[in-house]
């Protein structure tokens, strides 16, 4: 860290200029970044140069980069790359000279005698620089459909099953790229490279760098994360260091849905997965809140579930609070007033707030700040006066609307739907449900009224679609 002592502070509105030279040795690999990485790539350039650190309403954020997660600071690029003519490079901006270059970017080659190349980069409005270059790249591209040119970069020498499975990417890519921009804004820059490079996978300003020797599977799965990534990071550019789920998470949910749209695996239960990665940490007495600085956290599993699977719990019980219609307006509204802002959790929640009605602080709270864990349960159902009256339980601390399915023996089913009295609205209800009264904070039990026998009753069921993260399904039915 280098911290420089102005002679006057700079005003708002006002600018200075810092003049700086630095020189470094590029490391082998290390947590995304350096040279010849085990699959070989020469050079995968993150982290590479003096970056500014993010001064806003909360102070400095002068985290150093430990192998999580990082924040930076908006700005506009211009880079000039001089290497070996052999040399590949794909990366942050739009290259300024791409007949000179070729490489597979012009339209046209410029003959150049030198042993060296100068890549000219602009990128405008990103907050972080990389590149990735090799003398054995292949270099691809496609054009999305009123979107962005996409660059696919990877090796030569990887074997014929791998190279077969980046050209089978190219499509899906293009895809993921067109679902983002619908569902949740339009990608705002003129192109986008998938590299191999680094290790793992990594999200960065107008491209991803990730390992390339994987199944198909693994191969889309990586790529639908890190293109997430550049909305809910690089153009929301929340601080990750501080939020990851807020990132990580929201990359994590949306690219699920993805990947089961494009693969056709577990469309019935999508979230499954986080699900039982959530309950598996919930239940192992070794969960930290959400809201735990991404450093902080005691073991690397706590910190990865509770990052990505919670973290797309998030908006799969969102989802399920505020109803589907309201959910995707709030991505959106999400996307309309905090790209380019950095934007906290706060400013996510009052979104869905305006648009739903509802009030979540309740939610926010409890979901990212505590431990508490959902556990309804269905306590009993008792005959009276023809009718059924059916006790439900609230076990766990954290709050949540309740729905109930009433089975009758000859197949009938009756819908109810309960509102938490604390979010002052309810979802949209759906065919044939019932809206019942509200269920406070302060009452334990709930009780409510079925016009019919109990004899008649086959079972009575609490989330019968699986949609909460419940984490004691066991006590979600009574069977009459």
């Known amino acids: 860290m280098l911290e420089v002592q102005l002679n006057e502070p700079i005003k708002s509105g006002e600018s200075a200029i810092f003049e700086m030279r630095f ?52 700005g506009d690029f211009d880079v000039k790359l001089t290497l070996d003519k052999n040399y590949t490079v794909g990366g942050t901006g739009n290259l300024q000279n791409p007949n000179e270059i070729g490489h597979g970017y012009g339209t046209k080659e410029t003959k150049n005698d030198s042993d060296l190349l100068t890549w000219h980069f602009v990128a405008p409005n990103v907050h972080d620089f990389t590149w990735a270059a090799d003398p054995n790249f292949v270099h691809d591209t496609l054009q999305v459909p009123d979107g962005p040119m996409l660059h696919f970069l990877y090796k030569k020498s990887l074997k014929r099953k791998y190279k077969k499975r980046w050209k089978d990417l190219q499509i899906p890519a293009s895809e993921i790229m067109q679902y983002y921009s619908k569902n949740v804004g339009k990608y705002p820059y003129d192109q986008y490279s998938v590299i191999q490079g680094g290790d793992g996978g990594m999200e960065y300003g ?5 390992t390339g020797e994987r199944t198909f599977e693994g191969l889309l799965g990586v790529t ?3 293109i997430g990534h550049t909305w809910f990071q690089f153009l929301m550019a929340s601080n990750e260091s501080k939020h990851p789920w807020l990132d990580e998470g929201f990359a994590e949910y949306t690219c699920t849905l993805i990947e089961n749209s494009i693969l056709g695996v577990e469309t019935s239960e999508p979230m499954k997965r986080h699900f039982n990665r959530y309950f598996e940490l919930a239940l192992s007495g070794k969960e930290q809140p959400m809201s735990t600085h991404a450093d902080r956290f005691a073991y690397n599993k706590s910190y990865s579930i509770s990052t990505y699977s919670k973290g797309a719990l998030v908006l799969a019980q969102l989802r399920y609070i505020i109803g589907e219609e309201n959910f995707w307006e709030t991505l959106k509204k999400y996307y309309n007033d905090w790209a380019f802002k950095h934007p906290t959790p706060n400013d996510f929640m009052r979104c869905a707030e305006k648009t739903s009605g509802m009030e979540l602080e309740w939610f926010l709270t409890d979901w990212t700040q505590t431990t508490n864990t959902i556990d309804y349960g269905v306590k009993d159902a008792v005959a009276l006066e023809g009718q059924t009256i059916v006790t439900l339980e609230r076990i766990g601390l954290m709050p949540m609307p309740v729905e109930v399915q009433v089975l009758m023996k000859d197949g009938r089913k009756k819908e109810y739907y309960i509102p938490l009295q604390m979010m002052r609205g309810e979802r949209p209800l759906r065919n044939n449900e019932t809206l019942l009264e509200d269920w406070a904070w302060a009452y334990p039990e709930y009780r409510f009224t079925v016009d019919v026998n109990p004899a008649k009753i086959e079972s009575i069921t609490i989330d019968v679609n699986k949609e909460t993260a419940d984490i004691n399904k066991e006590n979600n039915q009574l069977k009459i």
């Open 23 to 74: 020189e470094g040795q590029v490391p082998p690999v290390i947590r995304r970044a350096g040279k010849n990485s085990q699959e070989g790539v020469a050079l995968s350039m993150a982290q590479w140069y003096p970056k500014m650190a993010e001064y806003d309403f909360e102070g400095w954020h002068a985290d150093p980069y430990i192998g999580r997660e990082f924040h930076g600071v908006w």
């Open 206 to 210: 107008m491209c991803t760098l990730i």
């Open 224 to 226: 639908a994360h890190e």
